[in-house]
């Protein structure tokens, strides 16, 4: 399986974007596609998580409220829509695929990463 994640830039605080995950297979009902991020120095940071047939979503504090995902299942891709950007969303934004979990040992497919810059 091949996830290709895309849509980062360099926005302004307060701005928006949306993040693009590509998903090269379909998958079961209990498969998950899940968004982190990742800033120099720090672990892997779990974002939302969405279930790809029933559309069960969950996030991260830190995302609850500005982040939004949800799937295209016709497209076999998966969006984070983020608003209400922020410096401290600056960081390499990775999907995945694996259970519905906020642990990224859990997930056993990765996508390249897209950079995402929000600048104050």
């Known amino acids: 399986v091949q996830l290709q994640a895309s849509g980062g830039g360099m926005v302004q605080a307060g701005d928006s974007l949306r993040l693009s995950c590509a998903v090269s297979?379909?998958?079961?009902?209990?498969?998950?596609v899940g968004w982190f991020r990742r800033t120099p120095g720090k672990e892997r940071e779990f974002v939302a998580v969405i279930m790809w047939r029933s559309g069960l979503t969950s996030y991260s504090d830190s995302a609850k409220g500005r982040f939004t995902i949800s799937r295209d299942n016709a497209k076999s891709t998966v969006y984070l829509q983020m608003d209400s950007l922020k410096p401290e969303d600056t960081a390499v934004y990775y999907c995945a695929i694996g259970l519905y979990s906020e642990y990224a040992r859990t997930y056993y497919a990765w996508g390249q990463g897209t950079l995402v810059t929000v600048s104050s």
């Open positions: 297979e379909r998958f079961d009902s209990s498969t998950a």
